[in-house]
């Protein structure tokens, strides 16, 4: 099966995809178990339920299994990321090795079959549900209860006949006795309350009247599977997406279909969560959904099969149930004989079983932190050989088990796994739970990491962006100054030719005074030759000086064509403005309009036209 079906199927947060509910009805069975079968009261079904179904129960370890994902769990991985009480780490100098450790994400799922029932009667998904349908709910979990429990309708506003999500969680929390709740009889009732929704095409016919047991059971089993491994503080209840992944690879493995990574590598999937980590950070897997993707990727056949009941068997007696290792055994105790035994560790519980099949208990070693397991060195008779010891103080011992087993790598089995759940007996917290914990705070530091390195990528994008600016910005400027450099190039060249318009014209005026200068010397001589007493010749002399003072009628002209020609060059460097160059950075504001400079450019040809013209003098 590819990963490019599971992607498929888990476009979760486009679109709520999942199984329509069907339209059969599984109500609680009148039913008891007794020696293993069930007896129907009545004789026959309920004709207005629809199905008639027997009532759902976990699997039990008659079966030779192992967990391989918790027997590579590093022990000191998991108390490293453990916290004792007051918040001090593990390994601090005030934290002595009995103090109770808690591990970071470690989250009890003992009540989430209660969330999954409540979902199970809101139909839209929006955390508020009639009190009517909550009823019969809270009667299941009347044996978890304390005596004087709050009743239900506390949790109500005035005026309203719902209740809403959060509501009904807090009165779940204050009224369930810690010390009565059973998470497989929570998980059990709530089953029975919620099953009708699940119970779905292709899991079961609708055509049939009864539903079989085999194919009611592998439901209930992935219900209890998926309540485990659902996600803290998210409604509705839902586990991680590469939660399901991983659980589906697991089944995939137990029906023995190959599983394809062809489609979408490793790689590929960091790259895309670390370009755009925001679309991708969480993805949830409802139940429903999970049953959609099941039944897409196994196979309606293949789930009718015995093959789909052993492999969910499989799962739940380890997901769910804690089981981590079933095999037989040779054991006994001190002053006994040794005796065949099937015996299965379950989370801090070794049990050991008259047979395989009878499962009729013969012995039950609870382990605790005064427990130790040793291998025993080999004799004739017993080559692979153990023994687990409880000691009272530290020469006394207070029991003592042995147990042979078939081989070397049975024995390394077993002793890995047993001393594996007496190092976490300190944290109260089983393989399977530290096992769960360890994938989220990987997940969750994993998903950090991916952040921080998103926001890095971000910060880099916006330096870059910004340095281009900066650097259009200071290549506009470059050009700018070019442009008023030709511009001043332009304005002193018109400056020189203004200089040599007045030295022109301070020419010409000096010129003029020379010669009136040689006529004024003139008329003074003859004016200092003509006696006074003619007064006709002074009269003469004096009007001849009056018209000689006038400036000449060239020397005008010529003054004219400079004055007009200084003016035009005048009012052409008045275009001959410095530009300024705006930047495009948004934090820099521009010049107002009304500056000493003029912003409006001159064009090159425009000021070459104007220098190019030549003077005219006559």
Same mark, same amino acid.
């Given at each position: 099966m590819s990963m490019q079906q599971l992607n498929k199927t888990m476009s979760l947060r486009l679109e709520r995809k999942s199984v329509s509910p069907s339209l059969l009805k599984s109500p609680s069975s009148n039913g008891s178990k007794k020696g293993g079968h069930h007896e129907k009261k009545?004789? +026959?079904?309920?004709? %207005?339920?629809?199905?008639?179904?027997?009532?759902?129960?976990?699997?039990?370890?008659?079966?030779?299994?192992?967990d391989g994902l918790v027997s590579q769990l590093s022990i000191s991985d998991v108390l490293h990321n453990c916290v004792a009480t007051g918040g001090l780490q593990w390994g601090g100098d005030h934290v002595t090795r009995r103090s109770p450790l808690y591990h970071r994400c470690y989250s009890d799922s003992s009540l989430t079959p209660i969330w999954m029932a409540y979902h199970s009667v809101d139909m839209k998904s929006c955390g508020d549900v009639s009190?009517?349908?909550? /009823? +019969?709910?809270?009667?299941?979990?009347?044996?978890?209860?304390?005596?004087?429990?709050r009743p239900l309708s506390d949790h109500i506003r005035r005026n309203t006949h719902t209740v809403k999500f959060l509501r009904f969680r807090s009165f779940v929390t204050d009224n369930l006795d810690k010390d009565l709740i059973n998470a497989e009889q929570i998980a059990t009732n709530c089953w029975e309350f919620c099953k009708s929704r699940f119970l779905v095409v292709p899991f079961v016919d609708e055509n049939e009247s009864i539903v079989p047991e085999s194919r009611v059971e592998p439901v209930f089993w992935l219900?209890?599977?998926?309540?485990?491994? !659902?996600e803290p503080g998210f409604y509705p209840p839902s586990i991680d997406y590469e939660e399901a992944e991983l659980?589906?690879? %697991?089944? $995939? !493995?137990?029906?023995? #279909?190959?599983?394809?990574?062809?489609?979408?590598?490793?790689?590929?999937?960091?790259?895309?969560?670390t370009e755009d980590y925001e679309s991708t950070k969480l993805l949830l897997v409802t139940f429903q959904q999970l049953l959609s993707i099941t039944a897409e990727m196994v196979g309606s056949d293949l789930i009718r099969s015995n093959a789909f009941y052993r492999a969910t068997k499989w799962l739940c007696l380890t997901e769910f149930c804690d089981v981590l290792k079933v095999n037989t055994m040779q054991m006994k105790k001190r002053g006994d004989h040794w005796r065949k035994r099937w015996c299965v560790l379950r989370g801090f519980t070794f049990t050991s079983y008259s047979s395989q099949h009878g499962l009729h208990v013969k012995d039950k070693i609870p382990l605790n932190e005064n427990m130790n397991i040793e291998s025993l060195p080999p004799t004739q008779d017993r080559k692979f050989h153990f023994r687990i010891v409880e000691k009272d103080g530290d020469f006394k011992i207070k029991r003592e088990e042995q147990f042979i087993v078939n081989s070397e790598r049975e024995l390394r089995e077993w002793i890995n796994i047993i001393n594996m759940s007496i190092k976490l007996y300190q944290t109260r917290m089983t393989a399977k739970y530290a096992e769960i914990a360890e994938r989220r705070f990987e997940r969750h530091r994993r998903r950090d990491s991916l952040k921080e390195v998103s926001e890095?990528?971000?910060? #880099?994008? +916006? #330096?870059?962006?910004?340095? /281009?600016?900066?650097?259009?910005?200071? /290549?506009?400027?470059?050009?700018? =100054?070019?442009?008023?450099?030709? %511009?001043?190039?332009?304005?002193?060249?018109?400056?020189?030719? $203004?200089?040599? =318009?007045?030295?022109r014209l301070e020419e010409i005026h000096k010129k003029d005074r020379d010669v009136q200068k040689l006529e004024n010397d003139k008329i003074m001589e003859r004016f200092a030759a003509t006696p006074a007493e003619n007064v006709t010749a002074v009269c003469n002399l004096l009007a001849t000086h009056d018209h000689g003072v006038k400036l000449s009628r060239d020397v005008i002209e010529q003054r004219a064509i400079l004055e007009s020609e200084l003016e035009r060059l005048r009012n052409s460097q008045s275009y001959i403005k410095p530009s300024i160059c705006a930047p495009t950075h948004p934090h820099v504001q521009h010049r107002d309009a009304d500056s000493c400079y003029d912003t409006r450019t001159t064009s090159s040809s425009e000021i070459s036209s104007d220098l190019n013209e030549p003077l005219t003098f006559r």
């Open positions: 009545g004789g +026959h079904h309920d004709k %207005k339920g629809g199905h008639a179904s027997l009532k759902s129960r976990l699997p039990i370890p008659n079966i030779d299994l192992e009190l009517s349908r909550l /009823q +019969h709910l809270t009667s299941l979990l009347n044996p978890f209860t304390i005596e004087e429990k219900f209890c599977i998926f309540c485990r491994l !659902a659980l589906m690879r %697991k089944m $995939m !493995a137990c029906l023995g #279909v190959p599983w394809s990574n062809s489609d979408h590598g490793t790689e590929d999937t960091q790259s895309t969560l890095k990528r971000k910060d #880099v994008h +916006h #330096v870059r962006s910004t340095l /281009q600016r900066i650097r259009q910005d200071r /290549q506009d400027l470059k050009e700018t =100054v070019a442009e008023n450099y030709k %511009k001043r190039e332009l304005q002193l060249e018109m400056l020189a030719r $203004m200089d040599a =318009v007045y030295d």
